[in-house]
């Protein structure tokens, strides 16, 4: 704070010197915030889409000697593929082709892509028309298949490293869980035991209540028999 009051407060016999020093400046922090930018892992990041393999099972334009392919997304320019020419035959490509990549997907967002043909006389004719997305490359692969039509593998090895990064788990997380986990196990088990006690003790009580119940009952029978053989005896029945 003191330097850049001293900067801009100076006297005007050194303002020369200090406006060369600005000048000088700006362009080194423009390079390394350019610098830390680029190196903070996601930031700018895009996952390039390439082709690894194309098979065409139709054509749609009949009056040039071959069709002209091009894949295109959404607001982007067409990417021709020079080499796809002749139907039902198996085109594999090493992704180092000029025309490659076909295009990047901005990190977890999706794209709206499609195939087609070039049309000399109406709209060009479209083979399939997708969202692109970056969970749809399974181990960095994804076989896109329309019926009758094509049959088309896409690469993406920055969305296979995505993916395992974002379905590993941290480990601060799955120990939280473990003890979360616990303590409800734990809890279950008291309230349980808890019941059982509550249950035990309660049929306990029934049975004893029913036992004296039975007792009485029966020490009242034997009572009312030993009654008649008294009155028997003594001759006291009329």
């Known amino acids: 704070m003191y330097s850049l009051f001293y900067l801009f407060f100076s006297i005007p016999m050194k303002a020369g010197r200090y406006l060369q020093i600005s000048h000088v400046s700006i362009p080194r922090l423009s390079l390394v915030l350019s610098l830390v930018l680029f ?19 139709n054509t749609h334009e ?25 139907k039902h035959f198996f085109y594999t490509f090493k ?5 490659q990549p076909l295009t990047e997907l901005p990190g977890k967002k999706c794209k709206r892509c499609g195939l087609y043909e070039f049309d000399s006389i109406k709209s060009d004719d479209v083979f399939d028309e997708w969202e692109l997305c970056p969970d749809d490359f399974v181990n960095g692969i994804n ?15 920055e969305c296979k490293a995505a993916i395992e990064l ?21 809890i279950i088990s008291v ?30 029978k034997l009572f009312e028999e030993g009654d008649d053989d008294i009155e028997d005896e003594l001759g006291l029945h009329i």
């Open 95 to 99: 992704d180092q082709e000029s025309w």
């Open 143 to 157: 076989v896109h298949y329309k019926a009758k039509e094509f049959n088309a593998t896409l690469a993406c090895e």
């Open 191 to 220: 309230l349980f035991s808890v019941l059982a006690t509550f249950v035990i003790v309660g049929a306990y009580k029934y049975w004893q209540k029913r036992k004296r119940e039975r007792d009485q009952a029966r020490f009242l």
């Open 39 to 57: 190196s903070i892992p996601g930031s700018f990041s895009s996952m390039a889409i390439t082709l690894r393999a194309i098979k065409i099972y």
């Open 62 to 86: 009949f009056l040039g000697p071959h069709p002209i392919i091009y894949f295109s997304c959404k607001g982007e320019n067409k990417t021709i593929l020079p080499d796809v020419k002749e």
């Open 166 to 186: 974002s379905q590993t788990p941290s480990r601060g997380n799955g120990s939280g869980n473990n003890k979360i986990g616990n303590g409800l196990v734990a």
